[in-house]
Protein backbone atom coordinates (compact mmCIF):
# COMPACT_ATOMS: atom_id res chain seq x y z
CA UNK A 1 0.00 0.00 0.00
CA UNK A 2 3.17 2.52 0.62
CA UNK A 3 4.12 2.42 -3.25
CA UNK A 4 0.23 2.65 -3.90
CA UNK A 5 -0.08 5.65 -1.42
CA UNK A 6 3.26 6.89 -2.76
CA UNK A 7 1.55 6.76 -6.59
CA UNK A 8 -1.51 8.89 -5.52
CA UNK A 9 0.28 11.67 -3.67
CA UNK A 10 2.53 12.02 -6.80
CA UNK A 11 -1.10 13.26 -8.41
CA UNK A 12 -0.92 10.41 -10.99
CA UNK A 13 -4.39 9.38 -10.26
CA UNK A 14 -8.32 10.68 -9.12
CA UNK A 15 -8.77 7.82 -7.13
CA UNK A 16 -7.28 4.79 -5.73
CA UNK A 17 -9.69 2.02 -6.26
CA UNK A 18 -9.26 -0.57 -3.89
CA UNK A 19 -10.10 -4.50 -4.50
CA UNK A 20 -10.08 -6.61 -1.24
CA UNK A 21 -10.44 -10.09 -1.58
CA UNK A 22 -9.74 -11.54 2.26
CA UNK A 23 -11.63 -14.92 3.40
CA UNK A 24 -12.83 -13.10 6.58
CA UNK A 25 -15.61 -11.07 4.67
CA UNK A 26 -15.57 -9.02 8.18
CA UNK A 27 -11.52 -7.77 6.97
CA UNK A 28 -11.22 -4.44 5.00
CA UNK A 29 -7.92 -2.61 4.42
CA UNK A 30 -7.60 -0.16 7.23
CA UNK A 31 -7.00 2.37 3.96
CA UNK A 32 -11.20 1.22 3.25
CA UNK A 33 -11.98 2.03 6.92
CA UNK A 34 -12.78 5.70 7.07
CA UNK A 35 -10.72 6.35 9.92
CA UNK A 36 -7.57 8.47 7.50
CA UNK A 37 -8.28 11.29 5.52
CA UNK A 38 -6.30 11.42 2.19
CA UNK A 39 -6.19 13.51 -0.38
CA UNK A 40 -7.39 11.68 -3.05
CA UNK A 41 -10.74 9.62 -3.31
CA UNK A 42 -10.60 5.91 -1.78
CA UNK A 43 -13.20 3.53 -2.49
CA UNK A 44 -13.23 0.11 -1.77
CA UNK A 45 -14.66 -3.23 -3.26
CA UNK A 46 -14.97 -6.39 -1.93
CA UNK A 47 -15.15 -8.79 -6.16
CA UNK A 48 -17.58 -11.59 -6.55
CA UNK A 49 -16.18 -14.08 -6.98
CA UNK A 50 -12.64 -13.73 -4.58
CA UNK A 51 -10.52 -13.64 -7.68
CA UNK A 52 -8.07 -11.62 -9.61
CA UNK A 53 -10.73 -12.47 -12.62
CA UNK A 54 -13.24 -11.01 -10.15
CA UNK A 55 -11.55 -8.37 -9.49
CA UNK A 56 -11.18 -7.43 -13.44
CA UNK A 57 -15.26 -7.67 -12.95
CA UNK A 58 -15.58 -5.18 -10.96
CA UNK A 59 -12.91 -2.78 -12.37
CA UNK A 60 -14.63 -2.98 -15.54
CA UNK A 61 -18.21 -2.15 -14.63
CA UNK A 62 -16.75 0.83 -12.13
CA UNK A 63 -14.63 1.92 -15.20
CA UNK A 64 -17.76 2.10 -16.88
CA UNK A 65 -19.60 3.66 -14.52
CA UNK A 66 -16.67 6.94 -14.23
CA UNK A 67 -15.87 6.83 -17.82
CA UNK A 68 -12.57 5.77 -17.52
CA UNK A 69 -10.61 4.70 -20.73
CA UNK A 70 -7.20 4.44 -18.65
CA UNK A 71 -6.46 2.22 -15.47
CA UNK A 72 -3.23 1.88 -13.46
CA UNK A 73 -3.63 -1.51 -11.78
CA UNK A 74 -0.51 -1.93 -9.15
CA UNK A 75 -0.14 -5.59 -7.99
CA UNK A 76 2.67 -8.15 -6.74
CA UNK A 77 5.17 -8.47 -9.52
CA UNK A 78 5.11 -12.18 -9.79
CA UNK A 79 1.21 -11.07 -10.42
CA UNK A 80 1.73 -9.01 -13.26
CA UNK A 81 1.43 -11.16 -16.05
CA UNK A 82 -1.73 -13.20 -15.23
CA UNK A 83 -3.30 -10.20 -14.14
CA UNK A 84 -2.67 -8.02 -17.54
CA UNK A 85 -4.01 -11.18 -19.14
CA UNK A 86 -7.56 -11.25 -17.72
CA UNK A 87 -7.80 -7.59 -16.68
CA UNK A 88 -7.30 -7.07 -20.44
CA UNK A 89 -10.37 -9.31 -21.45
CA UNK A 90 -12.64 -7.16 -19.06
CA UNK A 91 -11.08 -3.39 -19.71
CA UNK A 92 -11.04 -1.76 -23.26
CA UNK A 93 -9.00 0.89 -22.39
CA UNK A 94 -5.46 1.65 -22.19
CA UNK A 95 -4.18 -0.69 -19.46
CA UNK A 96 -1.25 0.55 -17.25
CA UNK A 97 0.79 -2.90 -15.14
CA UNK A 98 2.59 -1.79 -12.21
CA UNK A 99 4.43 -4.41 -10.41
CA UNK A 100 5.63 -3.65 -6.76
CA UNK A 101 7.75 -6.00 -4.80
CA UNK A 102 6.15 -8.37 -2.64
CA UNK A 103 6.56 -8.19 0.80
CA UNK A 104 7.70 -11.99 1.57
CA UNK A 105 6.27 -14.95 -0.79
CA UNK A 106 2.71 -16.73 0.29
CA UNK A 107 3.69 -19.95 1.01
CA UNK A 108 7.26 -19.69 -0.19
CA UNK A 109 8.56 -18.95 -3.44
CA UNK A 110 8.16 -22.42 -4.97
CA UNK A 111 4.75 -22.37 -4.25
CA UNK A 112 4.18 -19.15 -5.60
CA UNK A 113 5.72 -19.51 -8.65
CA UNK A 114 3.21 -23.22 -8.76
CA UNK A 115 0.67 -21.16 -8.06
CA UNK A 116 0.68 -18.69 -10.48
CA UNK A 117 1.65 -20.51 -13.35
CA UNK A 118 -1.58 -22.98 -12.78
CA UNK A 119 -3.16 -19.72 -13.01
CA UNK A 120 -1.95 -18.41 -16.31
CA UNK A 121 -2.79 -22.44 -17.58
CA UNK A 122 -6.40 -21.74 -16.19
CA UNK A 123 -6.92 -18.33 -17.75
CA UNK A 124 -5.34 -19.46 -21.05
CA UNK A 125 -7.89 -22.33 -21.06
CA UNK A 126 -10.78 -19.41 -20.21
CA UNK A 127 -12.17 -17.18 -22.26
CA UNK A 128 -13.78 -13.43 -21.98
CA UNK A 129 -14.40 -11.52 -19.49
CA UNK A 130 -16.36 -13.85 -17.40
CA UNK A 131 -15.27 -17.02 -19.15
CA UNK A 132 -14.66 -20.07 -16.75
CA UNK A 133 -12.08 -22.84 -18.02
CA UNK A 134 -13.05 -26.47 -18.30
CA UNK A 135 -14.52 -28.51 -15.21
CA UNK A 136 -11.65 -30.48 -14.88
CA UNK A 137 -9.32 -27.85 -15.48
CA UNK A 138 -11.37 -25.49 -12.46
CA UNK A 139 -11.71 -28.81 -10.32
CA UNK A 140 -7.75 -29.51 -10.53
CA UNK A 141 -6.89 -25.85 -9.82
CA UNK A 142 -9.30 -25.53 -7.14
CA UNK A 143 -7.50 -28.94 -5.49
CA UNK A 144 -3.87 -27.43 -6.39
CA UNK A 145 -4.92 -24.28 -4.89
CA UNK A 146 -6.13 -26.41 -1.52
CA UNK A 147 -2.74 -28.29 -1.49
CA UNK A 148 -0.76 -25.24 -1.82
CA UNK A 149 -3.02 -23.40 0.65
CA UNK A 150 -2.38 -26.10 3.46
Not at 9 to 22: H, Q
Request: glycine share 8%; aromatic share 10%; proline share 5%.
Amino acid sequence: MAEAETFMEEGRADVMLIAYSWPDENWAPQECTGERDYDYSVECFRPEPLTTQGEAISLRDYASEQGWDSVAVMTVDHHVTRSRMIINRCFDGELHMIGVEAEGYWGGPVRTYLYQNAGIARTLLSSGCEGEPPDWIQDSGDSLKDRLLE
